[in-house]
């Protein structure tokens, strides 16, 4: 029996108590903090614990999220994926200052701040990776999650990368040229991390570098 204000994924909580004990999904914050319930409902990838089960309609189809490895019904393995990604991308700080213990914290503008927080808002739940035409078609391709990553860095002061350095890494087909634009990776976040102005920020920085080597 629906309820009120019940979601896809207390419906999948019942069938597995109720009728399916080995029934498998992905599940830990139950409010769209986490990322672990990112599903394709009716085609479209989202998260379950944010998707009311009175805007679905009287048949509905749930599959994993495609791309990343298959455990089970419908879940998933984004870690494997993520981590590979972020090691591609070298996703940490690049400097080779001398770390000094008794130095005061280094102080960010508040816009630049402001700037990499609504990178940091991704919650690698997958849903831009597994509706994505590229990722589907090109396993190597790092997607809207990983070029949102690179931005992240990009905006970073501390990171003393050049714009060339990152070009090294994806300036390439793989990286931000394999994106063709179709942006479903925008539409498809569950928490409106700016994935479009993530991807015309890193393409404009590597397009430039790209240029100049000509």
Not at 110 to 134: F, T
Not at 159 to 185: H, M, P, T, W
């Amino acid at each position: 029996m629906e309820e009120s204000g019940m979601t896809l994924f207390v419906v999948l909580n019942k069938i597995r108590e109720e009728q399916d004990p080995t029934l498998r999904f992905d599940f830990v914050c139950r409010a769209s903090i986490c990322g672990s319930c990112g599903i394709l409902v009716n085609g479209r990838p989202t998260l379950a614990c944010r998707t009311l089960t009175k805007d679905l309609p009287d048949l509905t189809t749930l599959l994993p999220l495609p791309v990343f490895k298959l455990l089970g019904d419908l879940s998933i393995d984004t870690g494997i994926w993520f981590r590979e990604m972020s090691i591609h991308t070298e996703s940490w700080v690049h400097n080779d200052e001398k770390f000094d213990l008794t130095a005061q914290e280094e102080r960010m503008d508040n816009e630049i701040a402001l700037m990499i927080y609504e990178a940091e808002r991704c919650i690698e739940c997958g849903c831009c990776i597994g509706g994505c035409m590229m990722t589907n078609l090109k396993p190597n391709f790092i997607g809207a999650a990983g070029i949102n990553r690179v931005a992240r860095f990009m905006m970073d002061p501390r990171d003393k990368r050049s714009n060339q350095k990152y070009f090294e890494v994806i300036g390439n087909k793989e990286g931000v040229f394999g994106c063709i634009g179709l942006l479903a990776c925008d539409d498809n976040c569950p928490v409106a991390v700016p994935l479009r102005g993530q991807i015309t920020y890193v393409r404009r920085k590597m397009a430039s570098v790209g240029w100049k080597m000509k």
